[in-house]
């Protein structure tokens, strides 16, 4: 659903997605009506994608169900072409190899009980990849690449700031090597110089690990910064999506026009 | 830096002199702040987060919580804060300075209809009772432009949006007709249209009541929509101040160069040049 048609410069041949959606919806048992509705998208290798939109727009709810979190009430959810089947244990320890996830608050999505270590280990020892001798190296290396000093393996999360915080979530998420990074608003709790470091280190890791990022935020300027791609929701639908210059550079629904002109700028 | 000479001529609004926030255990929140606020002046205090922004609020007001201790001198509208009885604070809250909290949730009552929580300071005020009472009240919705105002004042908080539940919280404060509005991230918990609705119609409300504003926040960018002079507070101290065309165009202090810098370069992204 682009929005105006218009010649495409080159031709060139998407590559096969990693995961899709096709014609989603979600209803919650005993409402009335779907919180989405009539979602088509796909994730492709190398092209990160924005899901965009206000509160109750469904976001969220559809990074969960592209996580396998939550199941749609229709259509298909796509992994590597295949139907993402739950009971799968093979297919689902393929995906959770192969897409990790960050979530908004660095307070509640790190256990508060564990050290650093153990918390960032734990994507290796529950894919079974790791001992806790073989991964210590990896979570050392994932830890530094975060830009987080060595002895913040042996402390625990409330000894770290938020933005630490959620270094060491994005140290967890990378750590197995994962090809697709889910995250919810990742960047919307920190702030603005925080923020901008944070957003300059997922840019780092896209291009080096070559690393798909599938972002939600409400943050347009965070989403412009690092995605390729954009899809702008509304009540559950979607209005638009195309290549981000597109759509938020002439953007061609009403809505997404009213989001840009919301984002308050600085005066020149 | 001038920060709050001495000036000639009648006594501000709001005075703050070397104001220092101080907890049980003797840590130092708020660092020596000195900065006035004139009758319908409309000043900005930025910080990122633990730069004790909301504290200075706070103390403004002698809400303090336990364990923190406030010394320097507060004069608002006349009174000095800093150190009074509960009693005269009573008195000052809603008619020399009213408050918008970040979160309306927490800010209202849950069990008691939104109506209700603005009739309180209305009638305190007013002395209006009964059916009058309540087309105040209705009044005030219509001002900060709910739609519904009758429903809305049947209502209890859970069943409104946030941005209308912001609105409510907005009409409270503005029921005592206050001489300063302190807004503390009023729309921070907002989406960003419902954001740029509330911050037009903030605008537009204390421009027509000349009320001095307090604005608080941590964005550099709506502080500069809503404010002339603005205050960048680091670690409980004030490291810059000046108008807020000034600080965002030539900031002087490092810290605020990079804060400027850290906004422009996340704002600068949306400057895409389209394909077509």
């Keep these: 659903m682009t929005s105006v048609p218009e010649p495409t410069p080159v031709p060139v041949p998407s590559p096969a997605p990693v ?105 290796l020892r529950s894919l079974g990849l790791d001992s806790r001798a073989s991964a210590a190296p990896k979570v050392a290396a994932a830890l530094e690449r975060v830009g987080l000093p060595a002895d913040a393996a042996a402390r625990y999360p409330h000894e770290f700031s938020g933005g630490q915080r959620q270094r060491v979530a994005i140290a967890r998420a990378i750590v197995c090597d994962p090809r697709v990074l889910l995250a919810d608003e990742p960047v919307s709790a920190l702030d603005v110089t925080t923020r901008v470091k944070v957003v300059d280190l997922l840019a780092e890791l896209k291009e080096e690990r070559r690393l798909t990022l599938v972002m939600v935020s409400h943050d347009l300027s965070v989403v412009a910064s690092l995605c390729e791609r954009t899809a702008v929701l509304e009540r559950g639908r979607l209005v638009e999506q195309g290549d981000t210059a597109q759509v938020l550079g002439a953007p061609a629904h009403p809505y997404t026009r009213r989001l840009l002109d919301s984002v308050p700028r600085l005066p020149a | 830096m001038t920060l709050a000479d001495p000036l000639p001529g009648p006594a501000p609004l709001l005075g703050v002199r070397g104001l220092t926030v101080r907890t049980d255990d003797g840590r130092t929140l708020v660092d020596d702040l000195s900065f006035t606020v004139d009758s319908g002046e409309r000043l900005g205090l930025i910080g990122e987060s633990g730069s004790g922004k909301s504290l200075t609020t706070l103390a403004v007001l002698g809400l303090l919580p336990d364990g923190m201790t406030a010394t320097g001198s507060v004069e608002l509208a006349g009174t000095q804060v800093v150190g009074a009885p509960e009693k005269r604070l009573t ?110 119609l903030l605008d537009s409300l204390v421009r027509e009541r000349e009320m001095a504003v307090l604005f608080v926040s941590h964005d550099l960018a709506v502080v500069a929509g809503v404010t002339d002079r603005v205050l960048v507070m680091k670690d409980g101290r004030a490291v810059e101040e000046g108008p807020v065309l000034d600080v965002v165009t030539a900031p002087r202090a490092e810290y605020t160069r990079a804060l400027v810098a850290g906004a422009r370069k996340l704002e600068s992204a949306l400057d895409l040049r389209s394909p077509r």
């Design chain 2, 91 to 200: 008195a000052v809250r809603g008619r020399d300075a009213a408050v918008v909290f970040q979160e309306p949730l927490t800010a209202l009552d849950p069990l008691t209809r939104l109506g209700r929580q603005i009739a309180g300071p209305l009638a305190r005020r007013t002395g209006l009772k009964g059916r009058d009472l309540r087309a105040a009240v209705t009044e005030a919705l219509v001002r900060v432009r709910l739609p519904e105002p009758d429903r809305i004042a049947r209502a209890f908080p859970h069943e409104v949006s946030g941005g209308q539940r912001q609105r409510v919280a907005l009409a409270m404060a503005l029921a005592c007709e206050p001489a300063l509005l302190i807004a503390d991230e009023p729309t921070t918990a907002l989406d960003v249209s419902v954001q740029a609705e509330m911050l037009d």
């Design chain 1, 19 to 123: 995961l899709e959606l096709a014609d989603v919806a979600v209803r919650y048992r005993g409402a009335a009506d779907d919180v989405v509705q009539g979602v088509s998208l796909a994730v492709e290798p190398g092209r990160s994608l924005a899901l965009v939109g206000e509160s109750g727009a469904g976001k969220t709810t559809l990074l969960r169900i592209l996580l396998g979190l939550a199941r749609p009430t229709a259509g298909t959810v796509r992994f590597d072409g295949e139907p993402l089947a739950p009971r799968d244990r093979r297919q689902a320890r393929r995906f959770r190899r192969g897409v990790q996830c960050v979530f908004q608050d660095p307070y509640s999505s790190l256990d508060p009980r564990r050290r650093v270590a153990a918390i960032v280990a734990e994507p």
